[in-house]
C-alpha cells in the first residue's frame, strides 16, 4: 500500500456498497481501489434479497450495473397485521410511477457491480484484509466493511433474526408485496421471478425450532403467521440472519467516511440499507467532485450535514415500523389498526409512506 499522500481513495471493504461506491467516484472523476479479505467470487455468493426503491435503480442504472433482466416489478404493496383490523394498499398507479419497487437477488446486483468493475479496470484486492493505519497513504479511507464497529455505533438489538427463503404459491404474486405485522415479528412476501422471497422475522428463543422444522412443517408454520390470502406449496432451503439496530451517529472522521452497513445496519423488514447506502454513496462521489484533496474536512462534514435528514429518517422509521407493529399489546394493536385504516382513508399519508419506499426522506432523485 501507498505510504505518501494522493488524491486516491482506499475502499476496505468490496461488497455492494463498496463497489457502488467505486463505480460512482469514478463517474466523477476520483480514483480509488478497493481492498476486500474475502474471494471475489465468494462476495457474489449472497443468498440476501433486496427490494430497490425506483431511486435505487436509477443510480445502479448510471453505475452500469442495474440488472434489468433479474429484477422484478412491485406494483402493489399490501400493509396489514394479524388479529388487527385495517389493512392498507399502496399502488404504483396511483403514486405515479410504473413500480414502487424492484425485487432482486443481492448475487444479481453484486454481479452487474462486479463486471462494471472489471470493465472499468478499478483495482479489486482480493483476500486483502485491512487493519488500523494501513491505508494511512491515501487521502480518503472510505470503510464499506459491512458492519458498525461496537464501540463506536449506537445499537438497539431487536432479539431477532431473519430467516429468508423461496416459496411458491397456488396463484401468481400479480406483483403484489406483502408487510405482514405480527405478534411474533413483521413478515415480508416479495414477488421474485415466478416466485414470493420470503423474510420471516423470528424471535431468538424459537430460531433453533424453526431451524429444525422439515419443509413441509416449516410451510404450515409460515402459513399460519401469514394467514390464508395465499397458499404456500413448496420451499427452499431457509437462511437466517441475526437482526439489530446499529448505526454511527457520525459518519465522518478524520480522512475517513463509513458507509453502507458500516454506517448503519438496519431491521430488513422496511427494505431500507441498502437503498439508503446508494443515496449516501451517490451524495459521497457527488460532493467530493473535482476535490483536490478528497479528504478534506470540510467536504467530509458537508457530506455528513446534507445526510442527516435521510438517515434519521431511514433509521427512525425502520425502527418505528418494528417497534409500532411488532406488538401484540392490545391497545397498540388498535391504534396501529387505527393507523393503517388512516392511511388507507387518507391519500396524503399513504403518499407519505409510499414516497418513502420509493424514493427516501427527500423524494429523491
Ligand atoms: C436478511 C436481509 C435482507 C435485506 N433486505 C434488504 C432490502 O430488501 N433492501 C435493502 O435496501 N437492503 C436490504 N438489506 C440490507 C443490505 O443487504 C445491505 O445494506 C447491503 O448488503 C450492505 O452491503 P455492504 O457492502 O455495506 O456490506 P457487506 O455486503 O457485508 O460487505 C462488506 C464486505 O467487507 C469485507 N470486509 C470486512 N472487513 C474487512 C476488512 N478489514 N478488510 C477488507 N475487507 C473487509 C467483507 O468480507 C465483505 O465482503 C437486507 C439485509 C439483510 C440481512
Not at 433474526?161 to 411474533?184: I, K, M, Q, S, Y
Not at 431491521?267 to 454513496?281: C, E, S
Amino acid at each position: 500500500m501507498p505510504e505518501t499522500a494522493d488524491r486516491r481513495i482506499a475502499i476496505v471493504g468490496g461488497g455492494p456498497a463498496g463497489m457502488a461506491l467505486a463505480l460512482a467516484l469514478r463517474l466523477h472523476g476520483l480514483e480509488a481501489e478497493i481492498f476486500e479479505a474475502r474471494d471475489r467470487s465468494a462476495v457474489r455468493k449472497d443468498a440476501r434479497v433486496l427490494a430497490l426503491s425506483e431511486g435505487a435503480r436509477q443510480i445502479l442504472g448510471w453505475l452500469g450495473a442495474w440488472p434489468a433482466s433479474s429484477a422484478t416489478a412491485i406494483r402493489t404493496i399490501h400493509v396489514s397485521q394479524r388479529h388487527g383490523f385495517g389493512r392498507t394498499l399502496i399502488r404504483a398507479e396511483e403514486q405515479g410511477v410504473e413500480a414502487l419497487g424492484w425485487v432482486v437477488a443481492a448475487s444479481e446486483v453484486i454481479s452487474a457491480l462486479d463486471a462494471a468493475l472489471s470493465r472499468t479496470g478499478i483495482p479489486y484486492r482480493e483476500q486483502t484484509k485491512v487493519g488500523a493505519g494501513d491505508t494511512a497513504g491515501f487521502a480518503l479511507t472510505a470503510y464499506a466493511e459491512g458492519a458498525v464497529d461496537p464501540d463506536a455505533g449506537e445499537r438497539r438489538d431487536y432479539g431477532q433474526h431473519a430467516v429468508l427463503c423461496n416459496v411458491r404459491t397456488a396463484e401468481p404474486h400479480r406483483n403484489v408485496a406483502w408487510e405482514r405485522f405480527t405478534g411474533e415479528g413483521p413478515l415480508a412476501l416479495l414477488p421474485l421471478g415466478d416466485s414470493y422471497s420470503v423474510v420471516l422475522t423470528c424471535q431468538d428463543e424459537i430460531l433453533d425450532w424453526v431451524r429444525g422444522l422439515d419443509d413441509e412443517e416449516f410451510l404450515v408454520f409460515l402459513q399460519r403467521r401469514f394467514g390464508n390470502r395465499h397458499r404456500f406449496l413448496a420451499t427452499t432451503p431457509r437462511v437466517a440472519y441475526p437482526l439489530g439496530l446499529r448505526y454511527r451517529p457520525h459518519p465522518v472522521g478524520a480522512r475517513q467516511v463509513w458507509l453502507g452497513n458500516a454506517a448503519q445496519t438496519l431491521h430488513p423488514v422496511a427494505g431500507q440499507g441498502f437503498n439508503l447506502a446508494l443515496r449516501d454513496i451517490w451524495e459521497l462521489a457527488t460532493s467530493l467532485s473535482g476535490a483536490d484533496d478528497p479528504g478534506a474536512p470540510e467536504r467530509l462534514a458537508a457530506y455528513a450535514r446534507g445526510r442527516m435528514a435521510d438517515r434519521r429518517g431511514a433509521i427512525g422509521f425502520t425502527d418505528l415500523l418494528i417497534h409500532g407493529f411488532g406488538n401484540e399489546f392490545g391497545p397498540l394493536r388498535t391504534l396501529r389498526g387505527a393507523g393503517l385504516l388512516a392511511m388507507d382513508i387518507l391519500p396524503p399519508l399513504r403518499g407519505f409512506v409510499a414516497r418513502r419506499m420509493i424514493f427516501g426522506a427527500r423524494a429523491w432523485p
